[in-house]
């Protein structure tokens, strides 16, 4: 899973990346030519748990990808230009963190000259709609001419639903806003649209406001927050000088400033959200492992994503739901004693923390 940051110029993108990548860009990389990747392990206290009781050999940590996006320019009239490239760079993510500047640092003035979250939100939500219609019109007009010519049943299966998203978009409203059935997200899906795509919206706060924040989240999320957007604050400037330092210090410092959760930890929590994410694991004394699944996905789906193998040769799994897994000491037959541990067929949903072990043939 890839998730991109966007947002305007001085927001505080690169500042979010360093901070919940661990990295540290030399300023002079800083320049915009080309964007930043990094791995992140996704941290679980889950696993760790787990590890603590199998001691394995290796632990592998759930993974997402975080891109630093880059392409957007300050235009010669003073306001940012959305140029092709950019939007073409913030097409391949599965979902965006939009950092939105609320500090005020006079070294680096806002490219709008004021900061107004609202306003900056708004950009971007227009210059994605209208990215979305301009490629949603022309696919539009590409399958009406094509259906004349040979009719296609899956073109024509196409047609309502890019009609239905034309009519939404020119409402001005965002398509995560809506729900689409899993057949409409599959075909919507080749076409890369951006206000598709579930968005973190992360407030970007200076240490000062630490009295008004909290009200502030709240107004912008009554006003954005919806089953595609959710809103997230952090402290851009202290939280990267926090995660430079080791572990342990980094969390006195943390709690010094009355910061429960670092960034890394709010991202993720609320990314599995609006994705629809889930995690399971798989246990043993050669590793100890956390796999990321989305919510409703079968036993034989699990199996799929760790080998595509146990996905074909499938036969059950056995489950042991985490809490009852821990409780148990990790093992699974006391699981099985005290009656929490099953068997299931390849029908069984997961949830979420279930303990599985795959039985295929
Ligand atoms: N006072 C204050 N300054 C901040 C904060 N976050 C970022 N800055 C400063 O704002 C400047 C821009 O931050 P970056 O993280 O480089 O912003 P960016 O969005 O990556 O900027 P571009 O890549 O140039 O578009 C840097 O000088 C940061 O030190 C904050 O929370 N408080
Ligand atoms: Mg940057």
């Given at each position: 899973?890839?998730?991109?940051?966007?947002?305007?110029?001085?927001?505080?993108?690169?500042?979010?990346?360093?901070?919940?990548?661990?990295?540290?860009?030399?300023?002079?990389?800083?320049?915009?030519?080309?964007?930043?990747?990094?791995?992140?392990?996704?941290?679980?206290?889950?696993?760790?748990?787990?590890?603590?009781?199998?001691?394995?050999?290796?632990?592998?940590?759930?993974?997402?990808?975080?891109?630093?996006?880059?392409?957007?320019?300050?235009?010669?009239?003073?306001?940012t230009q959305f140029t092709t490239n950019f939007l073409a760079n913030v097409k391949t993510n599965d979902a965006l963190v939009q950092v939105v500047r609320l500090f005020s640092n006079d070294a680096v003035?806002?490219?709008?000259?004021?900061?107004?979250?609202?306003?900056?939100?708004?950009?971007?939500?227009?210059?994605?709609?209208?990215?979305?219609?301009?490629?949603?019109?022309?696919?539009?007009?590409?399958?009406?001419?094509?259906?004349?010519?040979?009719?296609?049943?899956?073109?024509?299966?196409?047609?309502?639903?890019?009609?239905?998203?034309?009519?939404?978009?020119?409402?001005?409203?965002?398509?995560?806003?809506?729900?689409?059935?899993?057949?409409?997200?599959?075909i919507l899906k080749t076409y890369q649209l951006l206000t598709i795509k579930p968005m973190l919206i992360a407030l970007n706060f200076d240490e000062s406001q630490r009295s008004t924040m909290e009200q502030?989240?709240?107004?912008?999320?009554?006003?954005?927050?919806?089953?595609?957007?959710?809103?997230?604050?952090?402290?851009?400037?202290?939280?990267?000088?926090?995660?430079?330092?080791?572990?342990?210090?980094?969390?006195?410092?943390?709690?010094?400033?009355?910061?429960?959760?670092?960034?890394?930890?709010?991202?993720?929590?609320?990314?599995?959200?609006?994705?629809?994410?889930?995690?399971?694991?798989?246990?043993?004394?050669?590793?100890?492992?956390?796999?990321?699944?989305?919510?409703?996905?079968?036993?034989?789906?699990?199996?799929?994503?760790?080998?595509?193998?146990?996905?074909?040769?499938?036969?059950?799994?056995?489950?042991?739901?985490?809490?009852?897994?821990?409780?148990?000491?990790?093992?699974?037959?006391?699981?099985?004693?005290?009656?929490?541990?099953?068997?299931?067929?390849?029908?069984?949903?997961?949830?979420?923390?279930?303990?599985?072990?795959?039985?295929?043939?």
């Amino acid at each position: 899973m890839q998730i991109g940051i966007v947002g305007l110029p001085f927001s505080g993108k690169s500042t979010l990346y360093q901070t919940i990548t661990k990295t540290h860009l030399d300023p002079s990389a800083l320049s915009k030519v080309e964007a930043h990747h990094a791995i992140v392990k996704i941290p679980d206290e889950r696993l760790e748990k787990c590890v603590s009781i199998f001691s394995p050999k290796s632990t592998v940590n759930a993974t997402i990808e975080f891109v630093d996006v880059v392409g957007l320019k300050k235009g010669e009239s003073g306001s940012t230009q959305f140029t092709t490239n950019f939007l073409a760079n913030v097409k391949t993510n599965d979902a965006l963190v939009q950092v939105v500047r609320l500090f005020s640092n006079d070294a680096v003035p806002h490219p709008d000259g004021s900061i107004d979250a609202l306003r900056d939100i708004a950009s971007f939500e227009t210059e994605f709609i209208l990215s979305d219609l301009s490629i949603i019109e022309l696919r539009i007009d590409r399958i009406k001419k094509q259906v004349q010519k040979t009719p296609d049943e899956h073109l024509k299966k196409e047609l309502p639903i890019l009609q239905r998203c034309h009519q939404i978009l020119l409402t001005e409203k965002p398509l995560r806003e809506v729900s689409f059935t899993k057949d409409e997200h599959q075909i919507l899906k080749t076409y890369q649209l951006l206000t598709i795509k579930p968005m973190l919206i992360a407030l970007n706060f200076d240490e000062s406001q630490r009295s008004t924040m909290e009200q502030t989240v709240r107004d912008i999320g009554a006003k954005k927050e919806n089953q595609g957007t959710k809103v997230v604050s952090f402290f851009g400037k202290i939280e990267m000088e926090m995660s430079e330092l080791p572990d342990e210090e980094s969390k006195a410092f943390m709690s010094e400033y009355g910061i429960n959760e670092s960034a890394l930890d709010t991202l993720i929590r609320e990314a599995y959200t609006i994705l629809g994410l889930q995690s399971f694991f798989t246990v043993g004394e050669d590793e100890c492992r956390a796999w990321t699944i989305r919510k409703g996905m079968t036993a034989q789906d699990a199996a799929g994503v760790i080998h595509s193998d146990f996905f074909n040769k499938f036969i059950r799994a056995e489950v042991v739901g985490y809490d009852h897994f821990i409780t148990h000491e990790g093992s699974f037959a006391k699981a099985k004693e005290a009656g929490h541990w099953r068997l299931e067929g390849k029908e069984y949903v997961v949830k979420d923390g279930d303990i599985l072990s795959i039985r295929h043939s």
